[in-house]
Structure formats: C-alpha cells, structure tokens
C-alpha cells in the first residue's frame, strides 16, 4: 500500500479498495473516491457537502480554522486596503493584477457596457411595483441570456472573457433598475463619467434627469468615503470557493446552459437567508430586539434546541474561526462611526450580540463567530441603502467569482455534468 492511497475497508466482506489522495498547494488532501461506486458498489453519502470537494480550482483559497481568505494567492486585507474592487475583478478573471494601462482599458470597457437593451429595460419595467429587487435581479440577468446568445462556444477563450466582462459591467445597472422598480420610481441610465461603484450609487440616489440631491452643507451629492466603503464591500463579497450559489452556478454550467442561466440560478441560490439573504435578515433582527435590554432575551432563544430561531449573521460553515471579511468590516464601521453617522442604536444592540456571544459557551463550542453579514447591513444603512438592497450588493460583488467559477470549469478537464446519487428509502 502506497502512502498516497487511502485503503476502505468493508468489514461486511473484508475486501479492501485502495483510493489516490490527491495533495492540495494549500489546505487539506482529498481522497478521489470518482471509482469508489465502480470498485465497491457503494455511493457515499454527505448531506450538505461536509466532507466533499466537488473540484479543483486555482482561484480562492480559505483557511477556515485560521480564519484566512485569499484570493489568487493574495489575503483578503491586502486586496481590501491597496486594491480597488475592478482591479479584484480583473485579477480573478486574467489571474494577475492589471497594470496601469490594463486597468484603464478594464474600467472604460466595463463602463461602455454598463447600459440595458431597452428591451430588457421594458421587461424589467413590467414586473409589479414592489416586487423583491433579487427577484427582478434574477429574472433580469435570465433574461440577459436572451439578448447574448451568442456565448456558447466555450472553446473561444476571448468571447468567454467578453462574457464575463458584459456581465460584470451590466449587474449594477439591472440591480439598481430592480430597485428604483421595486419603489415605482423612474429608472436613472449610468453615468459615463463615473467608476463603476460611483455609478452604480448614482443610479439608486438619483433624481430623473440626473439631478443629485445637495446636503445642507453642499457636499458633494456621493462622497468618496461612501464610494471607498461600498469599494471594499464588493471585494469582500468577490468570490468565496465552492459556496451554495458558487455550486449551483457550477452544477447549472455543467449542462452546458448559458453562462447567463448559470448566473441567475446562482442570485436564486444567494437570496436565502442561510445565504446572502443574512444580511437584510440581520437589520430586520436588530430591529426586532429594539432595545439592549432584550439581547440577553434573543440570546437565550438561539440557544434554544427547541426553538428554530438564529442569530443572523452568525456562524459558518467553513470559518471555525473569526471570518476575515467581518474582521475587516468591523474596523471599517470603526471609521466610519463618525463620518456616516453610522446608527448608534442598531450598533449599540449588535456590540451587546457581539460581546454575550463572544463569551457564552454555546457559541464557542459551536465556533459561532459573527460573519460578514453582521456588519454590513449597519455600513450598507449609513451609506443610505434601503434593506432589500443588500442581497443585490452582495450580487453586485459576487459575479465576478460566479464567472470566473464557470470559465475555470468549462476550461478544465473536470467538465462533466453534476449528478450525485441518493440513498433510496422510499417503498
Ligand atoms: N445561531 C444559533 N445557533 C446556530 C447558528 C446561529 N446563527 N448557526 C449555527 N448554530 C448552531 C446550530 O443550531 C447547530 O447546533 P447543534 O449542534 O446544537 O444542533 C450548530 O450551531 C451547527 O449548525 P449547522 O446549521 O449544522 O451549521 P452549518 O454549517 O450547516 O450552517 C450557517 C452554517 C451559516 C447556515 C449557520 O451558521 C446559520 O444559519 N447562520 C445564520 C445565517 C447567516 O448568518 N448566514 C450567513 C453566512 S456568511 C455569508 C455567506 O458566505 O453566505
């Protein structure tokens, strides 16, 4: 027996089977089990994926007893202090940080594709005033598919990267046309003149004809501090490995449906409040405890087993340890405290949240740290963003790693489609 094999054992029959461990550059082998049903006519069986790699991939790299976040090999607090998010987005899709040339001709690109077809603008516009922004979000970037249906031959490498770009370049605009949509209010076309997270601001504040609401003070209508904040939400969202829409987008790529189709299904899957959908649901807590004096009330209730309820914007299933991106968010919301006027009562309530939970044993046998969702519904409420915008912002950051995701399978020898097997127990 080889020491890269691993043995099983079926102590029913005593037969051993030798199965190749595969080395990882960073983090934990794998035991190629892809002939373990052909060997031992068995299937293995791991509900939710806790053991299981579904794939191989260069791009992003988590240590999560560590509580450690890279990206191309480069750590999350490193790309969220001296980085832009469109320079994140061009090292995720090309592998290395644009240069000064690379990253102007990004930019202007991203901003001549920022406008919709009117068509899909029409569409968009038909949805019922109030409907969810991730609902018309999702439909929306569906619908893409069907203006680009050109994106089907994965073997042209610079159509695919094209592709991703487009997507990239038109996600804020369908998010903020969902939103103004949502509210029955005139959708704002981009702003040319503005980088990509000033626009997309721009799109969700402005008055029809483009006008900008002055402060008292005549500040200026979106300030950079507010522009550096939601910078830095977008690269702490960009990408996350092989998360629950990261894999649905994967599982519907490996169909071979339309990059587009992958990415909807992939918002559909980032809605829950497991999810993405952590965010609002935070906010929506905070305001339910209302006071300090009912946290120790809410505490007790997630304690509960007999009781379903959660603290929003605790836990992970990967980090049994502080996650990174909250790390870097709370000293975001520290500087920001006074220059946002960032709500000291909902931040008043999620400290006391933080400090019980930091301390009672409940949550650190469970390694129950707070998660990026706890703070960024406080920094999104400060930057004047209404609650149901927070899953799209999380959207907004996401879909470069959902394409990159894809590229990285379709180019791979891995490409195959996604069909796991089940454990019958019906009649
Ligand atoms: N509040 C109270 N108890 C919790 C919580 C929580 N937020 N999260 C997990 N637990 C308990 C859970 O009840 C279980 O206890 P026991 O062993 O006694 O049954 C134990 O911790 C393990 O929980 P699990 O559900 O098996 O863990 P998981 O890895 O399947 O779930 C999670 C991970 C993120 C879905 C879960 O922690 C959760 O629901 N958190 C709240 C929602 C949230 O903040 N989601 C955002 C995640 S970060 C953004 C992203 O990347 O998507």
């Not at 054992?9 to 595969?22: A, P, Q, S, V």
Request: with cysteine.
């Amino acid at each position: 027996m080889s020491k890269n094999t691993f043995t099983f054992i079926n102590n029913r029959t005593g037969k051993k089977y030798d199965f190749d461990i595969l080395d990882a550059t960073r983090g934990p082998s794998v035991v190629d089990i892809s002939t373990f049903y052909k060997k031992t006519g068995m299937f293995t069986f791991d509900v939710g994926f806790t053991s299981t790699a579904s794939c191989s991939s260069e791009i992003t790299f988590i240590d999560g007893e560590k509580g450690e976040l890279r990206y191309r090999g480069l750590t999350i607090e490193e790309l969220a202090q001296n980085h832009s998010y469109l320079e994140v987005c061009y090292m995720l899709l090309n592998g290395k940080l644009p240069n000064a040339d690379e990253l102007l001709g990004f930019d202007l690109e991203l901003r001549h594709r920022s406008f919709l077809d009117e068509d899909l603008k029409k569409l968009i516009d038909s949805f019922p005033d109030r409907a969810h922004p991730m609902a018309i979000l999702s439909s929306g970037v569906s619908a893409l598919s069907s203006f680009h249906f050109e994106h089907l031959d994965i073997e042209d490498k610079e159509e695919n990267q094209e592709m991703a770009r487009r997507i990239i370049a038109k996600i804020p605009t369908i998010a903020a046309f969902s939103f103004r949509k949502s509210l029955g209010i005139p959708m704002i076309y981009p702003d040319i003149d503005r980088s990509f997270t000033e626009n997309f601001l721009y799109m969700l504040r402005a008055y029809p004809g483009g006008k900008m609401k002055r402060t008292k003070e005549g500040s200026r209508e979106i300030r950079d501090i507010e522009i550096k904040a939601l910078d830095t939400i977008f690269t702490l969202h960009a990408d996350h490995e092989q998360n629950a829409s990261t894999t649905t987008v994967r599982n519907v790529a490996s169909t071979g449906a339309h990059p587009y189709a992958a990415i909807s299904s992939g918002i559909s899957a980032l809605w829950g409040r497991a999810h993405g959908g952590a965010n609002e649901s935070v906010i929506a807590q905070l305001e339910m405890i209302g006071e300090v004096k009912n946290v120790d009330k809410f505490i007790e209730k997630a304690k509960d087993p007999n009781d379903n309820f959660r603290l929003m914007g605790f836990g992970h299933r990967v980090y049994k340890n502080f996650d990174p991106r909250a790390k870097v968010l709370k000293s975001l919301q520290d500087q920001l405290k006074d220059e946002l006027n960032l709500d000291s009562k909902l931040m008043e309530i999620a400290t006391k949240i933080e400090e019980i939970a930091l301390k009672d044993e409940y949550f650190i046998s469970r390694n129950l740290y707070p998660n990026i969702d706890f703070y960024s519904g406080v920094i999104l409420t400060a930057l004047r963003i209404d609650r149901p915008m927070f899953t799209p912002i999380f959207v907004i950051g996401r879909t470069v790693g959902w394409i990159t995701q894809l590229m990285e399978l379709q180019g791979s020898k891995e490409f195959k489609i996604a069909r796991p097997r089940q454990l019958y127990i019906g009649k």
